[in-house]
């Protein structure tokens, strides 16, 4: 089951941002014919980025697979086995949703759009760290 990432607003307007500011400043530079290695070295950089930004957003997200938890990102994947997580962490922030600590490795921050959904489904495949049960119990 995938589940799409939620890209902060404020990370999303300063790409917008910069992207334009930088494509503005680098054709203006190439137009009056001022040759400018940082102007190139520049835009191929933010056209990079926001190729990344792009991937992220239409393809990217959180995948659960029969013994692992994907994570798509741009072009970086990231494959997280189940037995490896030792805790989830509900964030209020509004940056994060949620951390999956696993013990000596570094946590794992996620954030989606569908927030009750994930943790449904990834207390279906560790039901073991559902407080909620366990608190009925």
Do not use: C
């Not at 941002?17 to 494509?23: A, E, G, Q, R, S």
């Not at 933010?46 to 990217?60: I, M, P, Q, S, T």
């Not at 997280?80 to 994060?96: Q, W």
């Amino acid at each position: 089951m995938r589940f799409k990432s939620r890209t902060p607003r404020l990370v999303a307007i300063l790409l917008a941002f910069l992207t334009v500011v930088v494509v503005m400043s680098s054709i203006s530079n190439l137009a009056q014919n001022y040759f400018s290695w940082f102007s190139i070295i520049a835009l191929s950089a933010f056209v990079l980025a926001l190729a990344n930004f792009a991937l992220e957003r239409f393809a990217g997200g959180y995948f659960f697979g029969d013994d692992e938890l994907t994570i798509k990102s741009g072009v970086f994947r990231h494959r997280i086995p189940y037995n490896e997580i030792r805790k989830i962490d509900i964030s209020e922030g509004k940056l994060t949703d949620f951390e999956l600590d696993r013990g000596q490795k570094s946590p794992v921050t996620i954030v989606v759009r569908d927030k009750e959904g994930f943790l449904q489904e990834f207390y279906r495949h560790r039901p073991d760290l559902d407080d909620n049960k366990k608190d009925a119990e």
